[in-house]
């Protein structure tokens, strides 16, 4: 760390300089909010690096929410290591940095490029804030890489922008500083709204009405796993549930597929010629939201899904052991099933066969956000000294 200097205060008329970086689908669709309030405020030089972890996904919401990335890095490899990606990011990120000279660097969630442009922007002694601060399972290995990677962002970040309470009383827990930890909500539900409002496209009006839905007699079922704790059994076990669902013949599940092999071998080799199950290509983010509210439930591994279904009222079994997000278990909205095949059936019946148990899952509050996230996230930082 020799002759390195600290961060320089901003100082007269000087715009804050704010670099916003991401890499996943997940993370372009909760920074978007933020990234366009940064280019509606004053005062605010805000650029955009992507780092492409996840290209074609990441695409998707780039263009829906009409972001023109300053810095391209598409690093995205088939089959490639959380090492090989690590030193990537390392090597591809450090110049735009060096170029831009960033007052703030800004991250969001748990990804491995979460993890290295945090470590990176301590390197370089610039400030990091980061967006869904605080989440935690306990458990270094659920998620994995996640829980280490939010772990080492909540270590290096400067402001915490905490989506709860609950999140925010972890990172006091952990010795973070109160004045630096900001409770703003998910901005995840700003892009809901913004997508919800708009049309639902052609292929889900087309796809419902090929699977006879809406229908008195039959229910949609939405189903997203990918997380990497559930490749081999635990995921085989989610797709004989899947199966043995689709029997009752009341119901059709949709399963967009993520392209992940590891992912795609058992999906496809369980469930591919099943009846009432459609295997779909992932799906664009306006098309799998329409799908979220039009969804009797959501059977899900993902983080993102168990935040947003329930703002359409919609229950969400968590197809995991542990959740960071146990506020939404607390309010009803969520349902933690694990991956047992019989754990998984019993419990996507139970929501099915009784209305009382569906309805107090349905109108259950959502605790994770009013759509405002960005405004606070972005006052937060206009407001921060730096020194």
């Known amino acids: 760390m020799e002759g390195m200097t600290k961060p320089k205060p901003q100082i007269g008329n000087q715009k804050l300089k704010v670099l916003s970086v991401f890499g996943t689908r997940p993370e372009a669709v909760k920074m978007a909010p933020v990234v366009q309030q940064l280019a509606q405020t004053p005062g605010m030089d805000s650029r955009v690096c992507i780092t492409a972890q996840h290209r074609q996904m990441l695409d998707q919401v780039l263009n829906l929410f009409g972001i023109q990335p300053d810095y391209d890095l ?59 601060a605080g989440l935690r399972t306990h458990d270094k290995w659920q998620p994995f890489p996640e829980e280490i ?6 270590v290096v970040a400067d402001l915490h922008f905490a989506p709860t309470q609950l999140a925010r009383e972890n990172l006091l827990h952990e010795g973070i500083p109160d004045e630096a930890i900001f409770v703003t909500g998910n901005p995840v539900i700003d892009a809901l ?3 919800a409002e708009r049309p639902a496209p052609q292929e889900i009006e087309e796809l419902l009405e090929k699977l006879e839905l809406p229908s008195s007699d039959k229910h949609l079922i939405l189903v997203t796993a990918h997380r990497r704790e559930n490749f081999g059994q635990p995921l085989e076990n989610i797709c004989r549930a899947l199966k043995e669902l ?41 098309p799998l939201v329409h799908l979220q509210k039009r969804s009797k439930i ?3 591994d993902s983080g993102g899904i168990q935040e947003e279904a329930p703002a359409f009222g919609v229950p969400v079994l968590v197809l ?29 019946r139970r929501l099915l066969d009784d209305p009382s148990a569906h309805a107090k899952m349905a109108k259950a509050v959502n605790p994770f956000g009013d759509g405002h996230a960005a405004e606070r996230i972005v006052e937060a930082l206009k407001t921060f000294k730096l020194s």
Do not use: C
């Open 246 to 286: 689709a029997d009752r013949g009341d119901v059709e599940i949709v399963y967009p597929v993520h392209l992940n092999p590891n992912v795609q071998e058992p999906v496809k080799r369980i469930l591919g010629d099943v009846p009432h199950v459609t295997l779909l290509p992932p799906l664009d983010y306006l």
């Open 320 to 348: 995991r052991k542990v959740t960071e997000r146990p506020e939404g278990v607390a309010a009803g909205t969520l349902k933690l099933v694990g991956t047992e095949a019989g754990a998984i059936v019993r419990e996507a």
């Open 298 to 300: 959501i059977l899900t």
């Open 193 to 195: 709204q913004f997508v």
């Open 74 to 132: 598409d690093l995205m490899r088939d089959d490639q290591s959380l090492a090989e990606l690590s030193a990537a990011i390392f090597t591809h990120l450090d110049p735009v940095f060096t170029e831009f000279e960033p007052d703030w660097v800004l991250v969001q969630g748990d990804t491995t490029t979460v993890a290295i442009t945090s470590l990176l922007a301590y390197y370089q002694r610039i400030r990091v804030g980061h967006v869904e």
């Open 149 to 154: 990677n939010r772990h080492v962002a909540g």
